[in-house]
């Protein structure tokens, strides 16, 4: 499982490129008409945002209490030190948490009984693999800390309790959710508006006011993008708190 993890940690980002592209593959219905009547797709609708837009908080949190290097050298797993604080302190992996709520969510949202019956369970196993080695690398490191770290807080479950004094005594700093998420919430963004407005003739009747509204919301959130991108490559915004 340790090889097999090293091997996906080297390839994961184009394996998030894959997992995306894997929701317009044509699937059965989690939800049909015939089961749940003509407003069947309110259901995938507000279970799937609800779902994906939490993994989305859980890792706009997590990053902007204490953000982790998930990056690694050389394409191989690596850390300089051990993250305990923010949301680590009840979680081990509450970014990887986050992006499973993220594309779970998206997958009902898409109403794709194939992405949530059979490519979760790959991407889960995939991201199990992941977390065994990057422990492995972690208690080969820091030894003891590590353990101990291990024997208090869950790998993948979060552990809500005290989560009121861990924001209490840390300050949010959005900056950095922004600067070190914008290639991510703009993918991701898209996908959702994609699904809603061409998976769902219900929501825009017209089909020629789909492709305008998609368009424009497109439009949209790319200019967001280039200037968030802007303000941080010319340093006019930077993740450093005042």
């Not at 208090?152 to 479950?157: C, D, E, K």
């Not at 290639?183 to 825009?204: D, H, M, Q, R, S």
């Amino acid at each position: 499982m340790i090889a097999i993890g090293s091997f996906f940690f080297k390839y994961r980002n184009n394996l998030f490129i894959i997992l995306y592209l894997l929701l317009f593959v044509p699937s059965p219905p989690i939800f049909s008409r015939e089961q749940f009547g003509p407003d069947y797709y309110l259901y995938p609708v507000i279970l799937g945002l609800l779902v994906t837009f939490s993994g989305e908080i859980i890792r706009g949190i997590t990053i902007g209490l204490a953000y982790i290097i998930r990056g690694g050298r050389d394409k191989k797993v690596y850390a300089e030190t051990l993250v305990t604080e923010g949301i680590f302190r009840h979680c081990r992996n509450p970014l990887y948490v986050g992006n499973i709520l993220m594309l779970l969510g998206v997958g009902i949202l898409a109403n794709s009984l194939i992405y949530v019956g059979i490519v979760m369970p790959l991407f889960l196993f995939i991201y199990q693999a992941i977390v065994l080695a990057e422990e492995n690398f972690l208690r080969n490191k820091f030894g003891a800390q590590f353990d101990a770290y291990c024997s208090r807080v869950n790998r993948w479950l979060i552990n809500f309790s005290g989560i009121a004094n861990t924001f209490k005594d840390m300050r949010f700093n959005y900056k950095r959710w922004l600067l070190k998420e914008y290639n991510t919430l703009l993918v991701w963004l898209i996908g959702i508006v994609a699904i809603l407005i061409f998976k769902y003739p219900e929501i825009v009747p017209e089909a020629d006011n789909r492709i305008l509204i998609f368009g424009v919301i497109v439009l949209v959130l790319g200019a967001l993008y280039a200037y968030v991108r802007h303000l941080k490559k010319s340093g006019k915004m930077t993740d450093s708190i005042a």
